[in-house]
């Protein structure tokens, strides 16, 4: 690696003058770069982008069910139906979560997921909608990543736009981006089993775009993916993106090793170091740039101190609340917050907190 008085390469400076950068640019500075100039290009452009406000959103996670038809290598959190602890929520409960999350916690959204259920119809997931929707007409359902809208469609021998067009008529508003995790094939054949591929997932985002659901987009990194595993799915991410606007915001998502099978397995014995986390960061922020405006940083999985870090290498959005989020909890991350911590966690790196709705629009504090 080159140390900090090293000149920044042609890679970095054609960042600087907003050149798009080429595959093999993205793959030179995750190699190369210095870090520190590397999180200094991007904090610059950061700031030309998004000036100086840190957004964040009130969002309730709901993990409708733990049940799962896959067996991810890089999943603590799915369990099978004849598991003690498998569990499946019924309306009465999602309303009464609901009820929780909107009136007490306030929360602007529900971030509803779950795992690849094989026996639910889209009558489930209709029902759901349409009774937090007759219940909260205003909060907003981002429910259902591209991969579960993949397998439902294939479960309910449904096309992908038919599913998205019905469960849009229920009431859902907007798509996570869980289960991208790394698009290249050998890579992700090594960490998931039995989810769909990433090309699937790309389409599948592509067909909500097209019918107006917009929504997230993540990338799960810190595991076994090479540079240019990282460099490929970003670039596919914001190839999509200059396609259809449909991305919200980009979510790089470090690998939480705890309870994994690739744990079990030693297949990875440690989670990444900080300073390849902050790589990532940076490094997304120069590949995507003007083709996707935000990027955020999930303290979840990074940790409050080193989530502010990672603002300053490139970030503009701390994601959100994430009350009762599971997912991450189970391999070994605590979540708890509130929207006076997050603003906290901005102002102390003279930022300014800006809450924000789903789409990025900002809402005022309730
Ligand atoms: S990552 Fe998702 S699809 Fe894979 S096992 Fe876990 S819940 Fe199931």
Known sequence: MSSILTKPTSALEKAMNGEELSFKDGVDLLKNESLFLLGNAANHIRKEICGENVTFVSSYYLNYTNI???????????????????????????IKRAEMAIEELKATELHIVGGFHPKLGLEYYEGMFKSVKARFPNVVIKALTPAEIFFISRVTKNSVREVLVRLKEAGLDALPGGGAEIFNKSTRD?????????????????????????????????????????????????????????????????????????????????????????????????????????????????????????????????????????????????????????????????????????????????
């Open 68 to 94: 799962c038809a896959a067996s991810c290598q890089l999943c603590a959190f799915y369990r099978k139906e004849k598991d003690d602890d498998a569990y499946t929520l019924s309306n009465e409960q999602i």
């Open 190 to 366: 090594k960490i998931v089993l039995g989810k769909c591929s990433g090309e699937e997932w790309l389409n599948t985002a592509e067909e909500a775009h097209k019918i107006g659901l917009r929504g997230n987009c993540t990338m799960l990194f810190g595991h076994i993916e090479t540079p240019e595993d990282v460099v490929d799915h970003i670039i596919r991410l914001r190839e999509l993106n200059k396609k259809t606007g449909g991305f919200t915001t980009f979510i790089p998502l470090k690998f939480s090793l705890e309870n994994t099978q690739l744990e079990k397995e030693h297949i990875i014995t440690t989670e990444s170091p900080s300073t390849y986390d902050l790589r990532i960061i940076a490094l997304s922020r120069l590949l995507l740039a003007n083709a996707l405006q935000n990027v955020s940083v999930y303290w979840i999985a990074l940790g409050k101190k080193l989530a502010q870090v990672a603002l300053c290498y490139g970030g503009n959005d701390l994601v959100g609340t994430a009350f009762s989020e599971e997912i991450f909890k189970a391999a070994g991350k605590p979540n708890h917050t509130t929207t006076d911590e997050l603003k906290f966690l901005i102002k102390e790196i003279g930022r300014q907190p800006v809450q924000r709705d789903t789409f990025f629009k900002s809402v005022k504090s309730r």
